[in-house]
């Protein structure tokens, strides 16, 4: 479903990725893990065609980064870690939009099928610029939902939320999981424990540990990571 071929991304000096390689089924939930700066969110930006590698590609349901990189993006739902929203715009309103981009038949079903399924009914009549940050990457979270990708990547997913907004976010996550790959990245352990069926960690650009939590227990993970930070 998606597989990361020696991916390398090279900004004038720095290598921002060296040689990243890995693929994840469906049924797969993924976390990223990895300190600032690790290349975090450079690999999802590749992944979902916002920048080209520097060498190496990117297979995403079948269809190559460089051949078709329309139909990667039509197979996936994506949360920048900078949740980019129109402020001016009412939640309904903006989810509407998006459904339209996407071509949805049944786009005002799909629109309160989604409000409902994030846990947006108490806010929709409001303009997102109005909502918490917590709400606001619910909206992220329901744009990225909207068209039933079959890939979902999530960059610092539950950014803001208060603890029941977690939760309830979490559970989200975890069904959509059960069908869907989904890639997270987060710097926090705990994200990966209550969500993850796989943890990998990346470092200055590079794979350093790639383990299923099945195989892990969470003090060697905590402790693979911490090394990283010291």
């Known amino acids: 479903m998606l597989e990361i071929n020696n991916i390398t ?7 921002a990725l060296d040689n990243v390689s890995f693929n994840v089924e469906a049924g797969e939930i993924v ?16 992944i979902t ?8 590609d990117v297979v995403v349901c079948g ?18 870690e900078h949740n980019p929203l129109y402020l001016d ?5 903006f989810l509407l939009f998006v459904a339209g981009i996407y071509g949805l038949k049944d786009k005002r079903d799909r629109v309160e099928e989604m ?13 997102i610029g109005q909502l ?20 979902l990547i999530l960059d610092e997913p539950t950014t803001g939320l208060d603890p029941n907004q977690l939760e309830e976010i979490r559970h989200l996550i975890r069904s959509a999981g059960k069908q869907k790959v989904v890639l997270l990245s987060t710097h926090i352990m705990q ?26 227990t969470s003090k060697q993970l905590t402790e693979k990571f911490h090394s990283l930070t010291k």
Not at 49 to 56: A, F, K
Not at 89 to 93: A, T
Not at 135 to 145: C, E, H, I, T
Request: net charge positive.
């Open 49 to 56: 065609c916002y920048v080209p590698p520097t060498e190496g």
């Open 191 to 216: 994200e990966v424990e209550a969500m993850c069926s796989r943890a990998i960690i990346i470092n200055h650009g590079k794979i350093v540990s790639d383990d299923h939590m099945e195989h892990i």
């Open 132 to 151: 918490s940050k917590g709400y606001r990457q619910r909206v992220g979270l329901a744009q990225a939902l909207i068209h039933e990708p079959k890939v």
């Open 63 to 80: 269809n190559d980064i460089y051949d078709d990189s329309m139909a990667v993006r039509r197979c996936i739902g994506y949360l920048p």
């Open 9 to 15: 991304k090279i900004y004038g000096e720095q290598r």
């Open 115 to 127: 409000v409902k399924r994030v846990g947006l009914t108490p806010e929709v009549g409001k303009k």
């Open 31 to 46: 976390g990223l893990l990895g300190p600032n700066g690790a290349g975090k969110s450079t690999l999802m930006k590749i």
């Open 89 to 93: 715009m009412y939640v309904r309103e």
